[in-house]
């Protein structure tokens, strides 16, 4: 059972423009989001995060936004490098849980010079 | 901190043959999870542990996989005997409970790229 979806699994876009990478979930347990980025022959490092109580959350170029009603958020970000092409992972965790976290399936961002 | 380390980078062997993956977690902390990468499910997570105690291995495929944690600092992951569908990266990842949201950073190892022949 995917509790996490990346629908989109490539992305291909023009450096300088703004990348949007979409995610959605099932569980309405989850209350803590987090996007990791993968490079290859890489593990998965951690980019950034929001949790439910807020709506956006701000890094530099990278900017996750959360739609709890929907169930869905984004990560944006702009304006993109040809560094930033990597696998993007999105995933999800319950708080007040063991810890442990559900990812989608990735989507593999391509950023052109 | 070294970050998460894994063991052996790249395992190539027979179907039918054991195979051992090994991660040292990062130091101090106390989750350890164990994933694995294929390009049709993404990265799945096969069996975590707190404090060296299995809590979840529900992800685990079969009876043919099964993962220790004998102590703090090292778990393995051993699949026996190994059939080619078990081809795939192996990650393993730890994480520090705490307050908020740190609680929830999981840091990943560099993975296992095992094929079985």
């Known amino acids: 059972d995917q509790q996490v979806k990346q629908n989109s699994p490539s992305l291909s876009v023009q450096e300088g423009r703004i990348s949007i990478l979409n995610c959605d979930y099932t569980?309405?347990?989850?209350?803590?989001f987090l996007w990791y980025k993968k490079y290859p022959a890489e593990g998965p490092t951690f980019l950034i995060s929001?949790?439910?109580?807020?709506d956006k959350n701000e890094d530099g170029r990278f900017t996750v936004f959360l739609n709890k009603s929907a169930k869905h958020l984004s990560l944006h970000i702009v304006p993109s490098q040809p560094g930033d092409s990597a696998v993007y992972f999105c995933a999800a965790s319950a708080l007040g849980g063991n810890n442990d976290m559900r990812f989608g399936a990735g989507t593999r961002l391509t950023v052109k010079p | 901190d070294a970050g998460v380390i894994q063991s052996p980078r790249h395992e190539v062997t027979e179907m039918g043959q054991e195979v051992t993956l090994r991660c040292k977690p990062i130091s101090g902390h106390n989750s350890l999870f164990w994933y694995r990468q294929t390009m049709m499910r993404g990265l799945e997570l096969l069996i975590y542990f707190n404090n060296n105690v299995p809590i979840d291995d529900s992800g685990m495929p079969e009876d043919r996989f099964s993962a220790k944690m004998p102590n703090a600092s090292f778990s393995t992951l051993k699949i026996q005997p190994s059939e080619p569908r078990d081809s795939a990266v192996y990650f393993c990842?730890?994480?520090?409970?705490?307050?908020?949201?740190?609680?929830?950073?999981?840091?990943f190892g560099a993975g296992t790229r095992l094929s079985v022949l």
């Open positions: 990842a730890s994480g520090a409970s705490g307050a908020g949201g740190a609680k929830n950073i999981q840091y």
């Open positions: 569980n309405s347990m989850f209350d803590y």
């Open positions: 929001i949790s439910s109580i807020k």
